[in-house]
């Protein structure tokens, strides 16, 4: 279900973060779009933390640290390359007034991007909204092979060692659903959004200056299983 929002110029972080409490989310139709919309889907997208899924070629790239990982050190670059053009996408629904919202919301410390880096190039990344114990997963991308990958392994590592317990993914796609991605009806949605929000997370709880090694990230969703 999607309405459209006839005011945009009221909606502020603050109103974004209370839609997310309700289960809403707001897109656009394309990037040069100055509108917005709201989402509420009849299915949702969500990974189960303890079902999260990584192939042994991934985690051998995991492994190899191959990739620099950073936390919330170039949040405004990850939104923007998640809003560029990509093969096979050629427009998003990331336009201006999402991204300004966003960024009001990163400085409030309700939105984090990962970062990944391959020779002081930002390489990938993908970036969401946390609120109590949820994380809304909103956007990521890459420019080289297994990027964005690596920065979901170390994102949900970084979720289940903060005390997460809903990850959305909005929609499920099949690249998600390689990583144990599943639909789910907005009654039972609802049901695990209004108890996640409830409680306490720390996004923080690995420190945020310091990046782990791809193997202690997969030592960590080993644990959860």
């Not at 051998?60 to 620099?68: E, G, I, L, N, W």
């Not at 317990?165 to 390689?178: A, I, N, P």
């Not at 720390?202 to 090694?213: E, P, V």
């Amino acid at each position: 279900m999607a309405s459209r929002d006839s005011a945009s110029s009221e909606i502020t972080p603050e109103v974004l973060l209370r839609a997310y409490a309700c289960g809403i989310f707001p897109m656009a139709e394309s990037a040069d779009d100055p509108t917005l919309f709201w989402v509420e889907p009849e299915t949702r997208g969500v990974i189960p933390l303890d079902g999260f899924r990584v192939s042994s070629r991934l985690a051998r790239t995991v492994r190899s640290d191959v990739f620099a990982v950073t936390v919330d050190s170039a949040f405004k670059a990850v939104i923007a390359g998640c809003a560029a053009p990509q093969p096979g996408r050629h427009d998003t629904w990331i336009n201006k007034r999402i991204r300004d919202l966003y960024v009001g919301l990163h400085e409030l410390g309700h939105a984090h991007s990962v970062e990944i880096w391959q020779n002081n190039d930002l390489v990938g990344g993908l970036y969401g909204v946390s609120l109590g114990r949820a994380f809304f997963g909103e956007s990521m991308f890459h420019q080289t092979r297994d990027a964005s990958k690596v920065a979901l392994v170390h994102l949900v590592a970084r979720l289940i060692a903060g005390g997460f317990e809903l990850l959305d993914t909005q929609y499920v796609t099949e690249h998600l659903r390689s990583f144990g991605a599943v639909e789910i009806s907005r009654r039972r949605y609802t049901a695990l959004l209004d108890r996640a929000i409830k409680g306490g997370a720390d996004f923080g709880r690995l420190a945020i200056d310091r990046s782990i090694s791809g193997a202690q990230a997969l030592e960590i969703i080993a644990g959860r299983r």
